[in-house]
C-alpha cells in the first residue's frame, strides 16, 4: 500500500491548478471547502528549523503554533487560495489575527469558530448559522455554491469515516496487520490527501478474516497528534502496538458512532460535529473523556496509555492531571512524554519509553 | 545450580559501576569508575576491575545486564535493562521493604515505585534540566567557593534560610551571585539550596505517591544536609544503602540473575 | 436558607465588618513612608481596601445565605446579581496572593498534585488554594457555582472545568466568539440566546426567581458605575496625570469584582471626585512627570511596588494601559431597552475577545490621547490571549508612531518567573531610550 509523499503529492497537485488552502489545526467544515473543489491541506506540524517565527512568537509557545507560523512565512507555492484558522485554543486563535492583521500575506485569512458547548438548541443554530457564514464566504469568492456538490462532499465524507471506523475497531481487535508507523502514516495521510485518493487508500486496506498475532504489549495513546514516526518505530521495535487513540488528529475526529447517509448537507455535519468524541480543546466533560478513554482502553485491551503532550499544550495539561490520577487509581500504567514535534528521540525519552514498555511486558494480561 | 555469577553494568553519564553477585544473590565485588568520553571503554575496564576483586575471570560470567544512559554501548552485555527498573530491584535487594525508590543522580533524579518483588509500578524522572540532581550541587558549590563535602553538613543555622525562588540551574546560581552581593551568610545560601533540591524531589514524590519504605539512592545519599532535609520534608526516615552509587548496577546483575533462571524454568527455546 | 445563617450574615455585616475596618484603621494609624518619587497618595485607598476587605470577609458568612458563585473576569455578571450569588473572583484572589509574593507557594500545591507548571499561574494559584484551603483572605466559601466565560481566554473554561470536577459542582460557561473582524447577527443570537437559556439553571441553584427589572436596575448600576471607572481613566489625560496606572491596577478590583452593586458604584463617585480634585490643583501621581508612558498587558503583581517605584524615581509615569481600559471600552454597547444583545455585544467584544487590528487602533488611540511617550509591554507567560501577537503590536507601534518601547518577561503571580538582571539591563537600556529620544 503505497502512501504518496506528503510534498510532493502536494506539489503536483498546486502545479495541475487545484486551489488548496493551508488549514491549521482542528476542526472545520471540510466537505465545504471539497464542494468549492478547494482542496484542505492541512499544517500540523510542518518539519524543520524554526527561525522566523522566534520573531513574533515568545518561547513559550507551543511548537504547533511555532511550526506552523515558520510554514507560513514561507510563503509555500502549494497553499495558493488561503489560509484557514479554525478555532481550538488561544495561541492558534491569537496566531489567525497576528498573520491576517499584523505579520499580513498575500493571501486571504478566514476562520471559522468552534462553538464550546454540547449539543442543544441553541449551539446547534449557531453552528447552522455559522456554517452558513462561511458558505457566503466562500461564495463571494467563488461564486454560487452548487447543492448537489455539498451533499457530494458530504457523502464523500461519510464513506470516509465509515472506513475510519472499520479500521480503527480492527486495529483494537488486532484484525490489523499494519504496525505501528504504518498505521499513523495512513491516518495521518488525510490530512493531505484529496479526499477521493484517500477513499481510494482506505478501501485498499487488508482488515484480515482473523485476529493476527497478538503484539507482546498493548498500549493506548492520548493527545494532539501521535507520536513522532521515530516514536513509532521504536515502538515497533520493542513489540508494543498502539492498539486505541485518543488522538484530536486521530479518533477525537471521527464520530462516536456510525451516522445515517447524509440528505440535508447543513443538518449533516452539524449533527456530526456534535456526535464527535469529548476534546479538551472544546471543553469536553471530564467524566465524558474518562468514559471514552475507558472504553477503548477495553475495546482494545490496552495494558497502558501514553499521553503524548505537545509542550504547552493547555487545553490538554489542564486535563492531563485528572485523566492520569483516575487511570492510576485503576491501576492502569500511564506514561507522560512530553514532545516539540522533532522527529528525534532524545536518550532519556528513549530510557522512558524502554522503561515503561519494561513495565507492560511484566503484567499479567488482565 | 553450579557455581555461577552475574553482573550488572551500568554506564552513567558520570561514573561507570559493576557489581558481580553468585547464584545466590550474594554480592561478590563492586567497582565505580569515571565514565570519561568513551562509554564502552569504561564499561570494559570497571568489569575487568570487578572480576578481579571478586578473583574470577570473564569466562564464568554468565549473564551480563547493561543498564544506564550508555547501555547501547557495552558490547559483552547479554541483555539490557533501563536504569529504573535497575534501580527498583538494586533497592528491593537491599531494603526489602522498599516501595518507593528516590535516585537523584548527578545529572537526573527519578521516583519509582515497586512491588514487593522489586518490579516496577510506576515511575516519574527529571532529566530535562540539572535542577534536583548533583550537578546543581556542584554548579552551587563552585559558585560558592566551597567543595561538596562542605555543602554536606546538616546545618543548624539562625534564622530563616536564604529562598532561592528559581526552578532553574542558571538562574539559582544568578540568585546566590546576588545574595552574596548583599552578604547573605553562607550556610543560610546552601540551606536554601539544600531546601530548594528537596522541594523539587519533593513534588516529583508527590506525583507518584509514597508506599512502603522509601529508600534514597545515587551519589547526592552522601549529602547528609540534605538527607536530613528531605527526612523532614518526606515525615519519615529513608533506607540509604552503603554504596547508594552502585544500586543501580547491583539491581541490574539481579535481573540478569533473574533472566537466567527463568529461561532455565521455561526450559530450551 | 438556614435563619442562623442569616443572622450571624447580619450580625458579621452590621457589627462584624465596621469592627475590623476599625481594627485595620488602628494598625494603619502609623503610614508606610512614601518615597519622594511619588505625589501624595489617594485618599481614596483607605475607603478601596475596606470595600474589598469586607468582600471577603462577609463572604465566609454568605454560605446559608445566598448562595455563592465564583466568576471569571469577564463574565457578564450582572445576570448573577439577578440572583444575588454572592461572588468571588478567583483572578482577583489569584492577584492577591502573587501580589503578596506567595504565589510560588501556592503554584507548588497545584503542580504537587499534577498541573503543569506551565500553566496560567491565576489558575494554579486558585487550584492550589482550592486544594489546601490556604487563602491570604482569611477563609474563602466553596462555591455553589461556577460562572465563566471565555472572552478573556479559553483558559478559564479548561480550569473552571477541572474545579467543577473536584467540587462536584455545575459550571455554567458563556460562549463568546472570538471577533475575527465584526461581530456577525449569528453570534450576537447565540451569545444573547445563552443567556437567556442560563436563567432556568440559575433559578434553581441559588433558589430565586429571575425578575427582568430587577435584573434591569443592575444593568442601570453596571453601566453608571463602568461609565464612572471610563471617566476616572480619562482623567489621567491631564498633565500631570492624577492617577498612576500602578494604582489604577488596584483601583479597578471594584469594577471587576463588586460590578452592578451599590458599593463600586458609590466607591467610583468618591475616587472620581478625588480624581476631578488633584486634577483641578494641578495635583500629579508624581512629583515630577516628565515622561508619560503606556502598559500593555495584565499587571506583573509581585513587582506592583518595585516598577512603580523604578519609573517614579526617573519622572515616569503610566498614564494609560489597555488592560485597566478593558472594564469601560464596551460599556458604550450596553441599552437596558435591548438587554441580551447588547450584553451580547459589549460581552463579546472585550479587548481579548478581539482581533489584533483593533487592538492595535485602539492602542494608537491611547497613546496620542493621552501623550504617551513610550511604551513597556509585560510578556506574560501565563496569558496568551494577551501576549501572543505582542511582538509585532510593539513592531507597529514602534515602526508608525516612531515611540521607544520595551518587552519584559515575566508573569503576572508566580514570582519565580523573573530574571532580575534581564528585567534591569531592559529597564535600563529603555530609559536611555526613552530619554535621548525626541520625546526626551
Known sequence: MMIPNRKEYLKALANSGQKIMGVLPALYPRELLWAFDIHAAEIWDPPGEILHANAHLQTTICPIVKRSLEFILKEPDIINAGYLFPHTCDSLQNLGTQVKDLIGVSLPVYTFYNPKGSFNNTTTRYYRDILQNFQLSMEAVYGPLAPDKFLAACVLSHKIDSHLMAIQQARMTDHLSLNNAEYFKLMRAQEYLLPTDYLSLLEQVDILDQPGESPRARMMVSGILPPTPEILEFLDELGVSIVADDLLAGSRRIPKFPMDAPVSPLDYLTDRFFILPPCSTRGGDLDERLHHLSKHMNASQAQGILFDIVKFCEPELFDHRLLVKTLRGKNYPVLTLETELENHISGQDKTRIEAFTELLFEMVSP | MADLYFAGVDVGSLSTDVSIIDHSGKLLSETVIPTGVNGSEAAEVAFDSAIKLADLSREVITAITATGYGRASVAFATGKTTEISCHGVGAHQLFPKTGTVIDIGGQDSKVIQIDSHGRMLDFTMNDKCAAGTGRFLEVMANRLELDLDELSSPLNIEGESAPISSTCTVFAESEVISLLAKHTPREHIVHGLQRSIVNRIWSMVASIGIEGEVTLTGGVAHNRGLVVLLEEKLGLTLNIPENPQTVGALGGAHIARRAYQSSLELGPN | ?440
Open chain 3, 1 to 440: 436558607m438556614s435563619i442562623r445563617a442569616e443572622i450571624k450574615y447580619k450580625i458579621m455585616k452590621d457589627y462584624g465588618a465596621p469592627a475590623l475596618m476599625a481594627l485595620q484603621d488602628f494598625k494603619r494609624r502609623k503610614p508606610r513612608p512614601i518615597p519622594e518619587a511619588f505625589g501624595p497618595p489617594l485618599d481614596s485607598n483607605k475607603r478601596l481596601k475596606e470595600i474589598l476587605s469586607r468582600h471577603y470577609f462577609l463572604s465566609r458568612y454568605a454560605r446559608g445565605v445566598n448562595k455563592v458563585a465564583w466568576v471569571t473576569s469577564g463574565a457578564p455578571v450582572e445576570l448573577l446579581r439577578a440572583f444575588d450569588f454572592y461572588t468571588i473572583y478567583p483572578e482577583n484572589h489569584s492577584a492577591l496572593v502573587g501580589a503578596k509574593k506567595q504565589g510560588a507557594d501556592y503554584c507548588s500545591i497545584a503542580e504537587g498534585s499534577g498541573f503543569s507548571q506551565d500553566l496560567c499561574s491565576y489558575a494554579r494559584i486558585d487550584l492550589g488554594h482550592m486544594l489546601s484551603g490556604k487563602t491570604p483572605a482569611g477563609k474563602l466559601p466553596k462555591p455553589d457555582l461556577l460562572f465563566c466565560s471565555n472572552n478573556i481566554c479559553q483558559t478559564v473554561l479548561y480550569w473552571y472545568k477541572a474545579i467543577a470536577h473536584e467540587l462536584n459542582i455545575p459550571l455554567i460557561h458563556f460562549d463568546a466568539p472570538f471577533v475575527t473582524t465584526e461581530q456577525t447577527e449569528a453570534d450576537i443570537n447565540y451569545m444573547a440566546q445563552q443567556l437567556q437559556d442560563m436563567i432556568p439553571i440559575l433559578e434553581r441553584v441559588s433558589g430565586r426567581v429571575f425578575y427582568l427589572d430587577v435584573f434591569e436596575n443592575i444593568l442601570k448600576r453596571s453601566m453608571e458605575t463602568s461609565r464612572t471607572w471610563g471617566a476616572i481613566l480619562d482623567a489621567m489625560k491631564a498633565q500631570p496625570a492624577p492617577m498612576t496606572i500602578f494604582d489604577a491596577f488596584g483601583h479597578l478590583a471594584p469594577i471587576v469584582s463588586l460590578r452592578g452593586l451599590p458599593v463600586a458604584q458609590d466607591y467610583y463617585h468618591i475616587l472620581m471626585e478625588e480624581v476631578d480634585t488633584r486634577v483641578t490643583q494641578g495635583i500629579g501621581a508624581i512629583s515630577d512627570e516628565r515622561y508619560r508612558l503606556i502598559w500593555d498587558n495584565i499587571a506583573i503583581w509581585y513587582k506592583v511596588r518595585f516598577l512603580a517605584t523604578f519609573f517614579a524615581e526617573r519622572k515616569m509615569n503610566f498614564v494609560t494601559a489597555t488592560y485597566t481600559n478593558a472594564w469601560a471600552e464596551t460599556t458604550g454597547y450596553l441599552n437596558v431597552k435591548d438587554p441580551w444583545n447588547s450584553m451580547a455585544k459589549t460581552y463579546g467584544q472585550i479587548i481579548l475577545n478581539n482581533n489584533l487590528k483593533h487592538r492595535l487602533e485602539l492602542m494608537k488611540k491611547m497613546i496620542k490621547t493621552y501623550s504617551v511617550d513610550g511604551m513597556v509591554m509585560h510578556s506574560t507567560r501565563s496569558c496568551k490571549p494577551y501576549s501572543v501577537g505582542q511582538f509585532d503590536l510593539r513592531k507597529a507601534i514602534t515602526t508608525d508612531l516612531d515611540l521607544p518601547a520595551v518587552i519584559l518577561d515575566a508573569d503576572i503571580a508566580d514570582e519565580r518567573v523573573w530574571s532580575e538582571q534581564q528585567i534591569h539591563t531592559r529597564l535600563e537600556a529603555f530609559c536611555e531610550t526613552l530619554e535621548g529620544s525626541k520625546h526626551g
